[in-house]
Nanobody, 124 residues
Framework: QVQLVESGGGLVQAGDSLDISCAAS????????MGWFRQVPGKEREFVAG????????YVADSVKGRFTITRDNAKNTTHLHMKMLKPEDTAVYYC?????????????????WGQGTQVTVSS
């Protein structure tokens, strides 16, 4: 059974840093790209960051460029989103997802397995 479990979310203040993690099980973790998405109520889920299967290639959305970094540890079946200079508009539920491909795509349709999400709230 495939499981993706996010952790590390919480309430922080604007300007703070926060790392969130995703632990995967039940799949060949290193075989596919991984991605992070976020969603706020009433809006579509949006791509935040992605990393290729070996970790050599990463891509982040323009809205978080220079502030968010994605990493992965294939030996531990984990991926992490390192967030700094957080803004209130970063408040959302953050989801990790396992891609269908080896390289990063930004479309939700290119991701098959999803975690349950972790809430990140940034106060002003």
């Amino acid at each position: 059974q495939v499981q993706l479990v996010e952790s590390g979310g919480g309430l922080v203040q604007a300007g703070d840093s926060l790392d969130i993690s995703c632990a995967a099980s039940g799949l060949n973790f290193g075989a596919r790209a991984m991605g992070w998405f976020r969603q706020v109520p009433g809006k579509e889920r949006e791509f935040v960051a992605g990393i290729s299967r070996g970790g050599q290639s990463t891509y982040v959305a323009d809205s978080v460029k220079g502030r968010f970094t994605i990493t992965r540890d294939n030996a531990k079946n984990t991926t992490h989103l390192h967030m700094k200079m957080l803004k209130p508009e970063d408040t959302a539920v953050y989801y990790c997802a396992r891609g269908n491909d080896t390289y990063v795509y930004t479309s939700l349709a290119r991701y098959h397995y999803w975690g349950q999400g972790t809430q990140v709230t940034v106060s002003s």
